[in-house]
Structures are given as C-alpha cells and as structure tokens.
C-alpha cells in the first residue's frame, strides 16, 4: 500500500500550482515536516534533474522552489521561489550540484532503492501523524528513521536541504552519524 | 608511434598524412587513427581505454572534429558525420570473457562496423584491424583494409598520379569478428555506461501514405538534439516554428526568451503549462488539454496541426530499465520521480493495424528523429501528464 507521504509527492504534479509554475522536469525533494500553530505542514523542494544526454548518470541541480502542503488535507498553503528568496546566499543555486545515484544507492536494484523509499516515507507518515497528536517519535525511531534518510538523500543536495530546514536535517543525520558509528 | 591517416568516403586507400599527401581522390583524408592499434590500453578500468582526443581527427565527411567526453565510458557515442549530433558508436567487447576489453569496434550512423580492432591469435590483446570503407559512395562499406604486423597500412603514397589505382588489396573480415552476430557483447566493467539507450526504429521518410497520419517526412527535417540537458520543451516548439514558419529559429535565442518571460528555469526546466507560450509569442496560437487520446492526437496530425507532449521519457526510451530488477546505475531517471519530457509527436503509422506506431521528433534522444514508438509503450509515456497536449491552431496543407 502506498503511503500517504509518496501519494501527495505524486499527486502534488497534478496541482495547477505545480502545472503552473513547477518545470515538468522537476522532481520532488525529500520532505521537510513544518509545525505551526500546533498544525502539521510539509515542505515539498523541487529540485531539476535530467539524463545527460550521452550517459545514464543523472544530473542533478539545486532545489529552485517550495510547495507547503498541509498535512491532514495535502492542500498547498504556500508557494516559494528559491532562487528569489535565496536562503542560503552562499550556495549556488543555479549550478550543477552533482549527479545520480549516489555511492549509497548505486549498488541498489531500482526495486530495493523503490523499496527502501517507500519504507522512508511510510516512517514519514508515521511521522506526520505523531507530530499532529502532539507527542514525538522515540530516539530508537528517530535513529532508524536518520538512517534510511542518510542513505537516500543525496549528498550533493545536503548542504540546500540543510538550509532549508536545518533543525530537521540537523537533527535525524547526526542520529544517523551517531547510529552508524 | 603509429599514426596514420586513412580514407572512408570513397579514396579506397589511405592518402597521407595531410592533404598534401593525398592521392587524389577526394583530395583530403578523412580519418585520422592516430597511435593505435599497438599502444593503447583498452582493458584497464582504471585507465583510458580510447586514446582519441580532440585533436585527433576521426571526421567522416567535413574534417570537424569530435570528443569523446569520458574515455573510460564502455560504449560511446561519437559524431562521425560531423553535423554535430553523435549519431555512432564505439564499442568494446569481451571476446575471451575474462572479464577485460580486448576488442573494439566502432560503428556509423548505419549501425554498420566501419573499424574493428580484434585479438586474432588469443593472447587477449587486440592486434588487428579492419577498416570497412565504401569506395563507391554508395554508403555501404565495400573494402575491407586489414592492418596488423602482415598488413602494415599503407603509408603516405604521394608517389599515385591523382586517379591511379591504389596498392591496398581487400581483404575480408574472418566471421569470428562480426560481434555483434556472435553475441560477445558483455556488460560494461564502468558502471552507467552500458546500453544508454534503447535500439528504436526510425520512421522511413520515403514511406507515407493512406496509413500513416501527419507528414513525419517533413516534420524529421526541423529536428536537431536539444543543446541543453533541460530544453526538450524550447527544443520542441522550436520544431513547431521552424515548420510553420519556415524560419530557422536558434534553440539559444528561444531559450533566453523563455528565462527573459518567466516561462523556463535553468537548471530546472519548463512546467507543463507553460509549453506552447513560445508559439503564442512568435504569432501561433495554441490550444492545451489533458486527458487527450491517440485519436485525438491522429486526428489534429491529420488536419495539419502541431502537436507537442508530455511523456515520461524513461517510458519511451528504455522501458525496460524500469524493471525492479534492473541496477540502479543501468537505469534511467530517477525511481518514483515521474518526471516530464516534452516531445512533438509527428506522426501516426498504421501500417500494422494490430500494432500502430507513433512516431516522434524527440530532442532528448540521440536518435530522436522520426523515432518510433510502439502505441503501448507511447500511451504508457503519455499518462505521465495526464496525457497532456499542446497543439497549434495553424493548418498547413495534410
């Protein structure tokens, strides 16, 4: 069964707001969860990739755009412009960042690596639904969690995915650093 | 050192070393093979396997040059015919199966050897070539040059009266060589280079009629490969222009239109809806829908219209690297992004009524021009957006 994380990063495409403004070529970051007010919202990066044209490696380029979606219904609340609010002014958003899969991944079969992403993003939704009932994930979850996501995310979008929610990030890959030493 | 020059459109013979030296058939040498086949090392992972550079000349036609970007890629391709778009292959192969490269063979835009450089006495390193040349410019190699220690190339013969006859005698091809016939194509020992993209027939210009919706012939000229990694969608509407307007748009020129309007961000790409606003803006009108169907799509192809869409371009261009059991570094994209390509479909081929082609001017696709497609596989790429369509309200003559 899908999770509800990988349903809205899919279903997300179909919105005006991505038809819109989102280059069809895009894809979609690594969730980023946000509380306000006591409600729980998720920021969606987008981020250009494309086949180079004579290899299979993946080109990868920083995330230019952010969709806040709220959680319980998935409706967008907010559309930012990365290249116009420029978060993080040291970072060269514009240039090629690097290239996929990763040395983490490269040895995956496209079924394990769809695996181990559907497994991260079902602990998103475990996630999400904890966070809206007010309470916190475990450190062992926590730990667990910080691990798939050091392994899926991308090195070489780090540093933008740190800029754009640094407690986050801060917080499950050092779990991960601290699990895996 | 061994370099020399040699001579594929139709002077039979090596001609020199430079023009100077050329007997006088085509009076320049077209082919530069340049410290090879002795002393390069084509089985090391590690190291360069390929020794052509940028300033070895390997020019088919017209003397410009190609590069090849990463020596240590297992199959390349190249530009052979000098128009920019690398249309040929050089591949290597694994004749003994120990797990090394020791042949290698390198194809023209025909999918037909024109070098093959083979081990012939089984000490694992390659110590012959042949050269497959077509002497009557009929596009069909019909000479075969065998070089190797009993069949020193011919060196310079600037002693030929222009028009003599030259000293090289054919030779053939022993049939243990014809790999690609014998299946000795091995995986890549460099990881993400091996089968880059899927074998596609291409719509046969000469081939129209009753059966076949739109005018894929015409629509094949505007193609080109696009020139930047996201541009499918510039690249696209510039097809569209090109034909309508017989103009020569400059895919650069529409690009910086498009980041000057908002409608396209580098590094990023152009949202869907955005496709057609280049059209709009240079006088053609367009008109966008979803949900639309193959007969739809005949139909407009029918009434002249311009058609461009969105597809998963994973779908179409290997749709078997979407298998779970593929490796990662072996397959397209990247798994559970369902990312959009544009591309302007051309035309219908119903030929086989049980199994319609579409056909597509693809400017991801190295051999994107007239590329076909089957129906299933198109449909499959289509639903991607929704099966979204951009067609222009401008008829030209069906």
Redesign the interface.
Known sequence: MESKT?HM??EI??TPI???????????GWPIPLMKDGKVYVKLS?Y????????????L??P?AIVTLSWPNQVPVEYLNL?FRNPWPEGDW???AGL??HAA??????????EL?EQLLTMYDEMFETLSCGEKTSAEWDARFGQRLRTLLEPSLEPYYRALGPKFFQHFLTRAAVAGS | MNDYWTDWDGGAVPDGDSPAHDAGLDAAPDAHIYDYPYDVPMSDPAGPHLEFTPDMPFDQLNDQLFQL??QL?HT??VDLDGDGA?ESVIETFDVDHDGAADAMQVQNDNGNAVVEHVDTDGDGTPDAMFVHQDTNGDGVADFVLRIDDAHPVPGPDASLAPGAEPHAVPQTVPDEFHFPDHGYHTPSPY???DD?FAQHDNFDPHHAGPLVDGDPADEMEHWH?QTH??T??IASQEFVLDSLTGMDFSEDALRQEAIDHGW????????????GDLLEAHGIPVEREYECTLEQLADKLDHGQKVIV?VD?AEI?SPW??????????????????????VEVIGIDRTDPAHPMVVLNDP?H?DGKGMMVTADDFMNAWSG??YYAVSTHVQTAA
């Open positions: 990988g990063m899919k495409r179909k991505f038809r819109q403004l989102i280059p069809q070529e895009a894809g979609v987008f250009g990739f494309a086949q180079s044209k004579e290899r299979k490696e993946t080109i380029y920083p230019f290249r514009e240039s090629q996929f899969p991944v490269a040895q995956m079969t496209v079924g394990q690596y769809e992403r | 970007e990463d890629n390349q391709f690398r990881p993400g280079t880059i490969q990694d996201d499918c969608a396209y961000t580098p590094g990023g790409g152009t949202p869907l809806e955005h496709v969105g371009s261009w690297n979407v298998h779970p059991d593929t490796p990662l570094i072996d397959s397209f994209g990247i798994p559970g992004q369902h990312a959009d390509h544009a991801g190295p957006s929704d």
